[in-house]
């Protein structure tokens, strides 16, 4: 079965340092994975995905992840965090296996906080 | 492109109650996924729709839960009895005409969602 998890349920930053929220996939075969970021009381909104082309993906608002087999992770980055990223982000993988239709498997979530 | 709409925004019901919730796609949009959203908890799928069938239903789905799309167009969730249990947002995501395989591949577009609060 397919699974992420993501590492630290909150993260707190400075106005303009790195901003680094970690995510680990768990599929015995090659995943599609996606990146939401929530704001409070609204839908989801997709930063970026990994399709199994580019490793490297840039997504909106300066946000990046790099897709890495080797260690089974998809961590998200942003060089320099803006007080408007505070949010909660997502993790997902496409459950597209077994039958099922494309359905998104989510991790618990990271809130991330910015301080000024 | 309205993106997706979700009615209503809140509901408060009492325990015992039924309630209906509506979702409306992006309109060329024919898969149609619910999701459940407990507090500090991402989504959980509940079900998912191309066109008018319902093609996948999860375990969390229980007997007092109930969804349509009837024309292909818009969709209802419908709990029965609520409970306690069922306070959380509901949430709606639609994605385009694909080849089956390909689905996966592409971004779900969420609507706001449906805050219930069973008392």
């Known amino acids: 079965a397919q699974s992420v998890t993501q590492l630290g349920s909150h993260v707190s930053v400075s106005e303009g340092a790195l901003v680094l929220l970690r995510c680990n996939y768990s599929?015995?075969?090659?995943?599609?994975l996606f990146w939401y970021v929530q704001y409070p009381n609204q839908g989801l909104q997709l930063l970026l995905k990994?399709?199994?082309?580019?490793?490297l993906l840039k997504g909106i608002n300066d946000f990046e992840a790099e897709f890495k087999k080797s260690d089974t992770s998809f961590h998200l980055t942003k060089p320099s965090a803006h007080m408007s990223d505070a949010a909660e982000y997502f993790c997902?993988?496409?459950?597209?296996?077994?039958?099922?239709?494309?359905?998104?498997?989510f991790g618990k979530g990271t809130k991330l906080s910015v301080k000024p | 492109d309205t993106g997706v709409s979700q009615n209503p925004r809140h509901k408060i019901t009492k325990r015992g109650q039924n309630v209906t919730f509506r979702c409306d796609p992006i309109?060329?949009?024919?898969?149609l996924y619910w999701y459940r959203q407990t507090l500090g908890q991402g989504p959980e799928f509940l079900t998912y729709?191309?066109?008018?069938?319902?093609?996948?239903k999860s375990r969390l789905l229980s007997d007092r839960f109930s969804a349509e799309r009837p024309k292909g167009s818009f969709s209802t969730l419908e709990i029965q009895r609520t409970e306690q249990g069922d306070s959380a947002m509901y949430l709606c995501?639609?994605?385009?005409?694909?080849?089956?395989?390909?689905?996966?591949?592409?971004?779900?577009?969420f609507g706001p969602g449906t805050r219930l609060t069973v008392l």
């Open positions: 995501a639609s994605t385009g005409n694909l080849p089956p395989g390909l689905a996966g591949r592409h971004e779900q577009f």
């Open positions: 599929s015995s075969v090659p995943p599609y």
């Open positions: 990994y399709t199994s082309a580019a490793t």
């Open positions: 997902a993988v496409s459950d597209i296996y077994g039958g099922s239709q494309g359905n998104l498997i």
């Open positions: 309109s060329e949009h024919n898969r």
């Open positions: 729709f191309q066109n008018e069938a319902q093609l996948e």
